[in-house]
């Protein structure tokens, strides 16, 4: 026989034990917290942080590019001349500008003196080329590339945290849901319990009949499946603990999830990168195009000079000349027509030698075949984009349509529920009045009360669940 009051007492400060931990952090508390010890979230914010630094690093604008060049020095004994020459080859230095035709800028300057005496022999040069490209030329691939990659990257982090988070509430909804299984399984089996013994007490059941057996084995299997929700409550908070980086200590603070969602026009992020790859195979295509039809001028010129006092080389005379020229290189696919331009003044002589050279070439496309199919490839690569974007926006627009269909059904699981709490709470309430008065039993006031518990429960899982849709909408509007 059992104390009914005593078991009583006891059942109720096992479920205040369950269902109130020492200690608990509000909800949006615990996520930061999770948030911040995650490894997982660790890396993925140094994978977006590396991505960004490697599309800042892309789009730096470049500079005037700068080589010197000493050249070499070299120093030989002349015995005719009784002294050293030395003589510089290879110095000078070469400025590229970051303009649209690469304008190069060289400059030589090699020197041979002869010491001791006043020998010397100077020829310095300055040369300079541009390219100028008449067609296509308007390369957009690096800066659709930077833009795929920033979304790439933020889309990434941003969509992998909040599944982070939803895997967050997943796990404590399935904690709280055992919870309360726990507690709903403690109290069958307490009234099953009581049951046999108000019947035993009644003789109204007797303990060799099968009526009593039947309640024995009903109390079994439930003492089991008591004993399995506690051994799944053990791995709850182990994945718990292993997802967290921290133990299981409760929730309070479940605040109501915001619903407000719209599907917009140009979809997002996932449609975005479809649409920027569908940019980038339509750039490729019209640099392909641009290769048969485009033409490059390459103009350039020149001018140098030379100085030298007699004595420096045995019977050659003080000299001093002047060097100039200028070039221009058309060239297309199939063919290239080269003119240049050269002229020679002596200074000392007095005399002007000019000359003029053409040139060019051309050649029947031996890759005719090989580029109409690269060229069919990029074109095939363009529709290909093409059905991905449309596929990407059609998937959108049913992604879309899924989810306002589940806000909905969720609205109103949650106005439902609402309205049972608020009838529970109600009945709990008139119980206590009855019992009060008389009129109602201290079981009838434990079950109501032991209703409204479990409707809390309900309410926090559905709240869980709220938030995970809430997460979904965040995550459709990336």
Not at 105 to 119: E, H, M, N
Not at 374 to 386: H, P, S
Not at 423 to 435: A, G, H, I, R, S
Request: hydrophobic share 40%.
């Amino acid at each position: 026989m059992y104390n009914v009051h005593a078991r009583r007492l006891l059942f109720l400060a096992c479920l205040l034990v369950v269902s109130v931990p020492l200690v608990s952090l509000p909800l949006d508390d615990l996520v930061q917290k999770a948030l911040a010890q995650s490894s997982q979230m660790q890396d993925l914010e140094l994978t977006k942080q590396n991505a960004l630094l490697s599309q800042g690093i892309s789009q730096a604008k470049a500079g005037v590019d700068v080589t010197l060049s000493s050249g070499t020095v070299s120093a030989a004994y002349n015995t005719t001349a009784g002294a050293y020459d030395l003589k510089t080859t290879g110095v000078g230095a070469t400025f590229v500008f970051p303009d649209d035709g690469k304008t190069t800028i060289d400059v030589s300057l090699p020197i041979a003196v002869q010491t001791p005496g006043s020998a010397y022999a100077l020829t310095p040069s300055v040369e300079v080329s541009h390219t100028i490209t008449y067609g296509y030329t308007a390369d957009n691939q690096e800066n659709l590339l930077n833009q795929q990659t920033e979304v790439l990257a933020l889309s990434t982090y941003d969509t992998s945290k909040l599944q982070f988070t939803s895997s967050i509430y997943t796990q404590i909804s399935r904690i709280l849901a055992n919870e309360q299984s726990i507690k709903k399984t403690q109290k069958e089996i307490a009234d099953l319990k009581r049951s046999v013994e108000q019947a035993l007490q009644l003789k109204t059941l007797k303990q060799d009949s099968l009526a009593y057996q039947a309640q024995t084995q009903a109390i079994q299997a439930k003492q089991a499946a008591l004993a399995s929700y506690t051994d799944t409550k053990e791995l709850l908070l182990a994945q718990f603990s292993t997802l967290t980086s921290f133990a299981w200590d409760g929730v309070q603070e479940i605040k109501e999830p915001d619903l407000n969602f719209s599907s917009e026009v140009n979809g997002n992020s996932s449609v975005r990168l479809k649409s920027l790859a569908l940019d980038l195979a339509k750039e490729a295509l019209r640099l392909k195009q641009a290769e048969f039809t485009n033409r490059n001028l390459v103009v350039g010129g020149g001018i140098g000079g030379s100085s030298a006092n007699a004595g420096l080389i045995v019977g050659v005379p003080a000299k001093e000349m002047l060097q100039g020229s200028a070039s221009a290189t058309l060239s297309a696919k199939q063919f290239s027509v080269t003119a240049k331009v050269n002229a020679t003044y002596d200074v000392t002589a007095n005399d002007f030698s000019p000359s003029v050279s053409v040139g060019g070439t051309w050649k029947n496309n031996p890759t005719d075949a090989s580029d109409r199919l690269t060229l069919q490839k990029a074109e095939n690569e363009v529709m290909l984009a093409q059905l991905a974007y449309t596929s990407a926006r059609d998937e959108y627009a049913s992604n879309a349509a899924q989810l306002q269909s589940d806000i909905a059904s969720w609205k109103l699981q949650y106005t439902l529920l609402k309205q049972t709490i608020a009838y529970d709470q109600n009945l709990l309430e008139q119980q206590k009045t009855l019992f009060a008065k008389g009129l109602a039993t201290q079981q009838q006031v434990d079950d109501a009360a032991f209703t409204v518990d479990q409707d809390a429960y309900t309410l926090q899982t559905t709240l869980l669940e709220g938030l995970i849709l809430e997460n979904r909408i965040r995550t459709m509007q990336i």
